[in-house]
Structures are given as structure tokens and as C-alpha cells.
């Protein structure tokens, strides 16, 4: 553990927190753009950065997939870069008002949008979360404080030069984007007690991680553990639709949480379906983890376990299971859902509108694929996390999740 | 500590709020008008729980205050119904629809309004709670479990009996309004243990019992300390608006948390402005506790320490302090405020606008009186607590702040 401050970095957060709230949208977008230059600019530094924790990575021996998460290359700081372009283009929430209305005495109430303040962001070796997570908060007025991990130390602190070398030609207190230069777990643990200067804790990674922080902090956490999402095919489904929103959801990006782990089908149609789906699932070369009633239509099925229908596989594999009636169907969601999304394929509006009222997971959704649950699909504009606790913010978050609003009042010397 | 399963109680309560969160508006405020008409078709079972509760306190020798706040009547009780009928007319924010946004592959997006699902309300010696919080949850679609005090526990218990036999009446599970029978703390604790259940902690009360609940939740807490509220009397001010909103500010209700504790006076309108002020706060005998500067304004003011801006007096007394100019209000305010209420007076529709962004409490006014800080004030309906922080909800609490929002998303087979 080195000699770091991390009450004095909190604190130091906190002051440059103060000022970013009062900057005008046309300086934050100068300075982003300014930013974006600064890391193509900085490449051969940002990827001097880089080598070093490949080097240590491949000492470590680190898995290939997690190598390449962590390599930084010209294009991909030109990637980066642009990412950081498109947050200065999205639109500025901080300021905004939701009407004014006018009392019986003639206050006017309203409310208006501001930072949330300061924010810290847990992560594991993702460089590329520095620029995007620090671009984010500070278009939203938010200061931020950066724990990577420690794979990407290097790479983080490198692009974290750049960053900063902009805001200083700006004027701007380089606290608003602190990167925490070691990330003992010691550490971590006092960053989460420093409730009286950071608002809010988002961790990004594991599930351990996550546990971790949210287990040990008196700061607000936004929580994400895992996407068990299920795709529901209704009795009046399409069944052409249903075999694509499944094969979508399960195959596109297996590891993503929007991919689909359960299967629902009404017995009514299991017959017809379940016939589709295994030639479709087979050739897709999915595992299938079936119930009793199901596992007939599948030449090489495993008997499903109980515990499988809470299981997020994160891989070429899913559970299928045969429901009675929509209640049904409502009833396994409702005891195994993980709060992230749930699809109902069906043609018949009345069970459409149930299904989006009944469910109340963090999207619903109808004859649409459970890829769209991410940020950019929704129409976020860009995402720094996604929440399926419901306080503050519950679903893909955007910059209106980094935001909360105060009351305004306008009066002519009204008392009470 | 008696035989009491908090675990079960908490989970009996999540049960009940799957089917809350499916009643219709009309189904919830028929309920509600029932609910109100049990509790005055039971006072006499009410009042024989205050009684026993009032013969307790004053056994205890409990404050005069206190027992008079423990006090239940006839007319207290249909004070109390009557809380419960208004809240039967506020709009349901459940089920409201924010926008639905076509996407470019022609999906569409929306927001809906859900209950949060279960609420723990902690508070202390106030029966009328039982009711008032019960029929706000209820209200809006979520399962409540009241943990009130020692003091006010047969009243609570008989209030939420009567509202028991409506609910039985119309078919709605008891366990969503759930009373623990036990004000044992180690009971409390092991309730704000059960994050699997409970998605919400309100405490109500004193600091210590704020601090002892956010300290040891591993659920989150909206959390109010305290407020201590400024106003600031710009160079520009209507010194008689001024005056009004002092007097309104600190005398109305002293011990409420929307009462002002400092007030900062700009140089340029001291002389003038104090000498008002000082006959104003004089005749409503309001101790004064004063800058080395502003106390030769007054004839019986005490120099302030440094740590009486830091003070919630809730009580006939006040800090002042004059400061060089705008940026010097501005600067002290954000140093000194628990981000509850901050007032301009000023007639300098510049200075006011600043004022409005740069202050970043949770309710920031123009020429009008700290006291409109309420929910019923600012046009809530009805106010369940009040957040200082800003995760969540910030400011007066109503309904809709006991819900939070779901993506919905109808398509029609789209995939990615």
C-alpha cells in the first residue's frame, strides 16, 4: 500500500465538484472535444502506458480474452477518442426545468436538474471506462473518482495525463477526474466510507466486486448483479418471431447480461414451437437445459435442475421450461427474475398491455429482443451502468442517471 | 424481546406487495376511503390503545409535549381519517406512461411508473404515522412495514387493526401494512438487515435515531438530518419583503426543520437592513447570536462562535452574519448548509437567477418564505419525509416518490 490520501482525493473531488456544477454546456462539450484531441494526441504515451500492463499481464498470465479487454492500440485510442466526441454531442441535462407551476398563493414550484456531485467508479481492467466514465460524469457536472484495477493501472493513469492536460489548458481543477493510483483493496475500503464527499458508488465488473463494494460501503451503490432475463412465447405468439427474438437473444453476445437464460412456452403451442426451437437452438449449437414436459422435443437435452432456472450461463446455453397458462409463466418470472429484462412474444394486445404491467423488472418488453436492454438502444446515448435495484435509478442508466433535481421556488415575498 | 420473526414478517410483506402493485387507482382509493371509515368506526378501540400508552408515558414522566403528541381524541381520530380520505383523491402516479419514443428499427420506448415495492417507515412517539404512511404506501402501490416507538405502540397497534379489517373487507392481504409488535432495537436492527425484502428505509425522528438507522441499514436510507436554512439579503433586496420573510421564517414554527437559522445580510444594506431587522427580531424575542461586524446592530446580541452557523437552533433564536458581497453569501452558504432550504431576497432578476443555479440545496427560493419548504406546500398532496441527500428523492417527499420508473419497449419482432 503506497502513502495515498484518500480523504484528501475525496475532498479535493468534492471542491472541483463545486465548479463543474456551474460550468455552461458550450464549455463542458469545448472541453470534451479538447479531450478527445488530447488522447490521440497522447497515443504514444497512452500506449507507452499500455505495454507496461501487457507486460505485466502476460507475466501474470492472464487469460487471451482478458489480454485483448486490456491491449490499447492507435485505433482503438482513436475509438476511444471518438466515444469521448459523442458525449459532448448528446444534450446536457444539468439546468433543465420540469414546469413551473403556480401555487393558489402565487409561488411558482418547479424543479431543476442537477449533478448528483461527486461519484466514484469501481472497475476491473477495462482502460477504456477511464475516458468513458470520466467524459460521462463531467458532462452530467459530476466529479469523478476512478478505481481501476490493477491490470490496467498504467493505461488508466496514462489516459487520465491526457485528460487532465486538457482541463488544465481549460481551467478546469483537475480533481474532477481523480484516478486512485493503487488499488489495494485497503484502499477501496476507505474510499467507501468517505460518505460526507462522494454521493454515489458504481461498480462495474464481477459479481464479487460487486458484492464487495456493496457490502462495505456507506455511500449509495448502484447495484447490478446479473441478468437472468427470460423470453415468455405466449399461446398467441408469432411463432416465426419467437424463434427469432430466441436465437438473438441467446446467440448475439452470449456473455452480455441482456442475453436470454430461460425459455417459457404455453403448452399450447410447446408442441409446434419446441419443434422450431431445437433445430434452431441445435444448429446454433446451444445447450438446452430442460424441464420433464420439455425435454422430449430435444435430442440431446439435460433434465434441468431447480437451481438452473436462477442460473445466468453467460454462454451457448439455456433452460427451457413448458408453463400451463400465462399465469404461469408470470409466476416463474416473478420467482426467478433477476430485476433486468423479461420478453413476452405475443400477438394478442390484452396479454401484451398484462405483461407490461405485471412485470415490473427493469425493462419490459413485447415482441422485441432483450438485446435492446443497453443504454444505446434504449436511447441513452451512451450508458455508465445499468441498475436492477429500483432506488435512484433502475434499468440502463444515461447522464439523466448521474443527475438528480432540487426545488425552485419563485415568490414576490410570500410568507406563510 | 419478544417472540417476534422479522425475517418472515419482511417477506410476508413482499408477498403482499405483488398484488398491491396490481390494484387499480379505483380499487386503492376505495380502499382507502374504507380504511378511513374503520378508523373512526373503531375510536373507541383506538382510544383504549392511547390510553393504555398515555397511562405508560406518564409513568415514564414523558415530557408534556410528548404526551401531548402520544394524545389521541375523537376529533384527533377523525383528523386522522380525514388525512387518509385526502390522500383517497391524489392522483395514482402508478402506471403513468413518460413519453413513447419510436427508435430508428421502429421498437418503441417508454418509462413506466412503478411501486417501489416494500417500504420500512422507522419513526418514533407518533401515532398518526401508523395511518399517514400506511395509506401513502398504499397509495401508491407498496407494502409497508411500521417500526414506531415504545411510546405510541397499543396506539399504533389499534390503528392498524381497524385498517386491517378494510383491508380484510376487500380482499387485500394484511401483510401489507405490517406493524413489528416490538420496538426492541436489536429487532429493528435485524429488520434493516433484510435487503432480499425491503427495498426502502424512511426513519422519521430525532438525529440519533437517523444516524442509528442509516449507520447499521444495509438497505438504503433516505436520509435528513437536519436544516439549517439561510436566508441572504442581497444588495438589491425589498428590505420590507426582507423582514417579512425573517420574521415568517424564524418565528411561524421555530422547532420545524424549514425554519431559518442564519441570516446574511450584504454590507451594502446592513446599516439600514439590520436596524429593522433588529427591532423586528426584538419584538418576537428572538435571541441573536452575531458576527463581530453585525452585532453593533443589535442590543442584546451574542458574538457567534464559529460553530453557531453550523446550528439548528429549533428554537427563538438565530445567527447573523454580514458578508462583503454576493460570492461571500454564496461561499458561506456552501459551506454552512445541510442542503435542505436556501432564500434569496432580492429584486435583481440576475442575482436571483444565479442564485437559483448555483445553490444547490434541495429546495432553493426567490422572495418567498422558508416555511413553503413542505410537500403540501410545494403542491405533493402529502409528504412522507424529506431527503437531504440527493440519491433517489431530494427534498419533500410525496407519492411519487415511493415509486420509481420502468423501460418499456413494444416491437414487433425486431431483432439486433
Redesign the interface.
Known sequence: MTNVNIKAICQQARQAA?QL??LSEADKNQLLLAMADQLEADSVMILAGNAKDMAAGRDKQLAEAMLDRLLLTEDRIKTLANAVRYIAALPDPV?QIRQM?P?PNG?Q?GK?R????VIAMIYEARPNVTADAGALCLKSGNAVILRGGREALYSSMAIADALHKAMAKHGVNPAAISVIPDPDRALLLELLQQKDSV??VIPRGGEGLIHFVS?NS?I?VIQHYKGVCHLYVDQDA?L??AI??L??GKV?RPSACNSLETLLVHQAVAPQFLKLAAAALASEQVDVFACEQSALYFSNAVLAQPQQFDTEYLRLAISVKIVSDYDAAIAHI?QHSSDHTEVICTQNIST?QRF???I??????????S???DGG???LGAEIGIST????A???MGLESLT?????????????
Open positions: 463545486l456544477a456551474q439546468g407551476v401555487r409561488i414550484v431543476m442537477i449533478p448528483l456531485g454521493d454515489l457490502d456507506k449509495p408469432d416465426q418471431k427469432a427474438l436465437i438473438n448475439q416473478q401484451a407490461l404491467k405485471q415490473n423488472s427493469a425493462v419490459v418488453m413485447v415482441n422485441a429482443s438485446r435492446f436492454s438502444e434504449l436511447g435495484s429500483k432506488l435512484h433502475y434499468g440502463p438528480t433535481e432540487k426545488y425552485i421556488v419563485i415568490g414576490d415575498g410570500q410568507i406563510r
